[in-house]
């Protein structure tokens, strides 16, 4: 019967991405994207999609790196520009210019916000024994944003903290006012 | 088979809440005992101890358990339904409420009323009991006669428990029934090397005292397990009980010491707790979002609307397929069918949000009644339009002006009762509430028929505190808008109920921020009426849109006075470059946006300009923008849900285009201009200082 053709499909399929699941279990997943030059890293599990760059809407005395909000499927997101909040790379807007939209679960409540990037580039596999400290030689990041370095052949990538992003509008609430 | 309870916690709190007003309802109609409501008093506080008791809720089952035995006695006319009694029941509902709030959190509820209270319940029950001894010791003796005890075998097959099946569990369900002797028979039980531990090899024998239980309740406790194990069931007479439980104990298969089936009862719950701390905590982070019930007819509408919208969207896309221009008649009509479909769908959307508006008007008769013996006041109090129906969020957010509204009338509003007779009135107060709907808005009136506002007082009051110059001349509605300055109070002694100056001021902005307005109107002697107008939604805006720069704001319709292009005339500069736009009489300050916003414009010079003239809380502005763009229905979306609040902007929506535009909070926005004026005339000081 058809049923029972289905039926052995089932298991089959199960297997298919049980040997996806296999690999994750080692260490967790981190997207990475690039500023500039530099990489960076974020858990692939905040990731809710990514996008091309359209121009926002602009929202009145926003700081310089809130470039303003988009409609995404109904939802109002606020998009802010990485690269200028963090000093990284220069502020251009080429085709290749993404935005990764990420959620990010604050206390009660997730947020959903736009980050602007210049690339995304993989997807990067590291247990916990792989992240390292980042030491505090004054970069321009604020520590409270970096989760820890990881190496990645001859490169390093900042593995940045997803939780700590949704702060990052409210560091300086009147930036836009003084220009 | 564990369910995960926390899921229905919503469901109940719910429920019990709604109980909770039903008990407040009945118990304030409640006048005798052959009164239907004591019935559905009784039900709801029985639900609420059931229901608590599920969730492990134990201040509310034993606060509600007391609760419930007195309506017992009320309701079987064992006691008389005397006033008091109903004070403490009331006092009662309150605190279930507490103690639902302090279970919910796993605190315990250190409030002392709550103590207080429940002395009373005892008091008053135990008072019954002396009263009525001789009804007492009628149902002690029915009781006695009444006992019953079963002896039950229990031989379970070996699989019973491979089948998902505790016997704790159905010793437990028989606890509810009576009192339990259990005996557990370990005769079969094989040696240690030999078990099996998949296995059961127990037995038990169980006796039950029980009140009221028949064969068939015992049966349904062993209901799930009926075909997995040899049960029997005898009936052992009343005196035989005693004996038959000394056999039991002298028995010699009864070589286990009997089960104690409390300390059992308390591992289980207790293990029982630790498997739903998880989903609890997990529930927990989840934000309270609410819920609405919605009646199915409203349901049964949108379904049909979407039904007619598929079937407008199929004979679009037909028509899409091989356009040609004969066919612009059929795309038009069917354009139009679209606009009426998306209307119809969007009206009916927003009535499953609407809620008949009984639920903020049911907190009255409570307030009314407490009150009045707070006060002495003999008050009535009538509703009307109570289905006059609202938006939910306007809804709650407009009660506490409401009950702020109903304690002034009732303490400022309805003199005493001497006062009243001295009046020529009738001793006892009126106060009403109406509700009814008037074009696109709801309007609530509050009515009393009391002392009315004291003009001169009022006047008296504002020029003291320097509001109002002493000798202007000011109309009455001028006179009676004063009571909503902050700090104003005419109240000659402060109480308790009203009479600190905090308040209409806060009644008068809570209803602005709804987008409402408030009206009072007074007659000496014969009372006041405060009318309240509000929006009936606060999640669809009519909006002007219009441009600056590159960018598209919505004004709202509501507080535009009118747009005009400007003549170059009228324009006026005065003390110190500030723009006034000469309006007929008035003279309208104007406000650029592009300056305010830091943008952008085509257009930064007023002459010729387009203003847009708009009002906020008597206060006329005049936007300059680049261009008017058409005026439309906007769904307002909150900013502040991904990002934060704005200063000068309410919300933001998306357009047809799918763009994201913002909507101007225009009494947000005059605030802001005035702080940049402000800093401005600072530093001009600070500059004259230094050059001084």
């Not at chain 2, 599920?54 to 017992?72: A, I, M």
């Not at chain 2, 049964?300 to 969207?313: A, F, K, M, P, S």
């Not at chain 2, 058409?630 to 357009?655: C, F, R």
Request: net charge negative; proline share 4%.
């Amino acid at each position: 019967m058809d049923i029972q053709a289905l039926a052995k499909d089932v298991p089959a399929q199960g297997e298919q991405s049980l040997e996806g699941i296999d690999f994750i279990t080692n260490g967790e997943q981190y997207l990475t994207f690039m500023l500039g030059t530099e990489q960076f890293a974020i858990n692939i599990l905040c990731v809710e999609e990514i996008r091309s760059w359209e121009q926002p809407t602009r929202i009145p005395n926003a700081p310089i790196h809130v470039k303003g909000v988009i409609n995404m499927r109904g939802v109002i997101v606020p998009i802010i520009d990485l690269r200028i909040k963090f000093e990284v790379g220069e502020n251009t807007y080429l085709p290749s210019t993404v935005v990764i939209i990420l959620t990010i679960e604050v206390e009660h409540d997730s947020k959903v916000i736009g980050f602007v990037v210049d690339a995304v580039s993989d997807v990067l596999n590291a247990e916990e024994s792989d992240i390292k400290k980042s030491p505090a030689f004054g970069g321009s990041i604020p520590p409270e944003f970096i989760a820890g370095l990881v190496n990645l052949e001859n490169s390093v990538v900042t593995l940045l903290n997803a939780e700590a992003l949704h702060k990052i509008e409210k560091h300086q609430p009147n930036g836009g006012n003084k220009s | 088979m564990t369910i995960d309870l926390a899921q229905f916690l919503p469901t109940f709190l719910e429920e019990s809440y709604e109980g909770l007003e039903t008990m407040e309802t009945g118990l304030l109609n409640l006048q005798s005992s052959e009164d239907d409501s004591i019935h559905s008093i009784f039900r709801a506080a029985h639900s609420i101890k059931g229901g608590a008791g599920t969730f492990g809720f134990t201040q509310v089952t034993n606060f509600t358990h007391l609760v419930e035995t007195l309506l017992d006695e009320m309701r079987d006319g064992r006691r008389d339904i005397i006033q008091s009694d109903i004070e403490i029941l009331l006092q009662s509902v309150d605190c279930i409420r507490l103690l639902i709030e302090a279970d919910r959190n796993e605190s315990v509820c250190e409030d002392e009323s709550i103590n207080n209270v429940q002395i009373l319940l005892n008091e008053s029950l135990k008072s019954a009991n002396t009263q009525t001894i001789n009804e007492s010791e009628d149902t002690n003796d029915s009781k006695s006669t009444n006992q019953q005890s079963w002896l039950i075998d229990f031989i379970p097959q070996p699989h019973l428990v491979q089948t998902g099946n505790d016997p704790i569990f159905l010793f437990n369900a028989l606890a509810d029934l009576g009192e339990l002797r259990i005996i557990c028979n370990t005769s079969e039980l094989p040696v240690f090397s030999d078990i099996e531990p998949k296995e059961l090899y127990l037995k038990w024998q169980i006796q039950l005292s029980t009140l009221s239980s028949t064969e068939k309740d015992i049966r349904e406790v062993f209901e799930w397990v009926e075909d997995e194990c040899i049960l029997d069931i005898t009936l052992l007479g009343t005196e035989a009980a005693v004996d038959k439980e000394q056999d039991l104990k002298s028995a010699p298969v009864a070589s286990e010491p009997a089960l104690d089936i409390k300390a059992a009862k308390e591992e289980t719950t207790r293990t029982s707790l630790t498997d739903n701390d998880k989903p609890q905590t997990s529930a927990k982070t989840k934000p309270d979002v609410g819920s609405i019930r919605v009646g199915v007819d409203k349901v049964d509408i949108l379904i049909n609307l979407v039904g007619e919208l598929v079937i407008t969207q199929s004979m679009l896309s037909e028509l899409g397929n091989d356009f040609d221009l004969s066919k612009l008649e059929k795309l038009t009509s069917g354009l139009d069918q679209l606009l009426q479909n998306t209307k119809e769908l969007q009206e009916s959307v927003m009535r499953i949000r609407m809620l008949p508006i009984s639920f903020a008007f049911n907190r009255f008769p409570r307030l009314i009644h407490d009150l009045s013996i707070k006060t002495g006041k003999e008050i009535e109090l009538v509703i009307k339009g109570e289905q006059t129906e609202l938006d939910k969020t306007v809804m709650e957010q407009i009660g506490d002006p409401l009950v702020h509204l109903v304690r002034n009338a009732v303490d400022h509003g309805i003199e005493s009762k001497e006062v009243r007779i001295a009046n020529g009135k009738s001793p006892k107060g009126k106060i009403s509430l109406d509700a009814y709907h008037m074009g696109g808005s709801i309007v609530i009136e509050i009515n009393d028929d009391g002392g009315g506002i004291n003009r001169q007082a009022v006047l008296n009051k504002a020029i003291e505190k320097g509001v109002v110059e002493p000798n202007s001349t000011l109309t009455d509605s001028q006179v009676f808008d004063l009571i909503f300055e902050p700090g104003f109070s005419t109240a000659n002694e402060v109480t308790d109920i009203s009479g600190r100056g905090v308040g209409m001021d806060v009644v008068k902005k809570n209803i602005q921020s709804l987008g409402g307005r408030i009206q009072v109107a007074s007659e000496p002697g014969k009372g006041s009426s405060f009318k309240v107008n509000l929006p009936l939604t606060l999640a669809i805006l009519d909006g002007q849109l219009v441009r600056v720069g590159t960018e598209v704001y919505i004004i709202p319709l509501i507080s535009i006075v009118e747009s005009l292009q400007t003549k170059t005339d009228l324009i006026n500069r005065v003390s110190g470059n500030m723009l006034l736009y000469r309006l007929r009489e008035d003279n309208v300050p104007v406000l650029p946006i592009y300056q305010l916003f830091n943008l952008e414009a085509d257009n930064i010079e007023i002459d010729n300009s387009l203003l847009v003239v708009v009002e906020s809380d008597g206060q006329k502005v005049g936007l300059m923008v680049d261009d008017l763009l058409a005026q439309q229905q906007v769904v307002i979306k909150s900013l502040k849900d991904n990002y934060q609040q704005v200063d000068g902007i309410s919300g933001a929506t998306i357009l047809g285009d799918g763009s994201v535009a913002m909507i101007l909070d225009i009494p947000g926005m005059i605030s802001m201009a005035l702080a940049q004026a402000q800093v401005a005339q600072k530093t001009a000081h600070n500059n004259i200082e230094e050059v001084v």
